[in-house]
């Protein structure tokens, strides 16, 4: 899985894998951590890759509609 950064106030890195429909997300605030949403539809990665502020797409829109798990990156 690749992370593309995107380098907003709050989200460094997003990714996006279609065939799990995982969604993970790297915030600037935990740089050693992925979150990783489940059953994410593309849409919402699509809208989410096009929002002007990831941060509040992710605290409206994500955060707490869809299960994570945090992944170790060390």
Known sequence: MKLNIVD??????????AKNKHLFIVFKYNPDIVYKYTDVPNSVF????NSDSKGRF???????NYEFTKVSLK
Do not use: H, P
Not at 8 to 17: A, P
Not at 46 to 49: Q, V
Not at 58 to 64: F, G, L
């Open 8 to 17: 907003f106030s709050t989200v460094e890195k997003i990714g996006y894998s």
């Open 46 to 49: 699509k809208a989410l890759s």
């Open 58 to 64: 992710v605290n409206t829109k994500i955060r707490d």
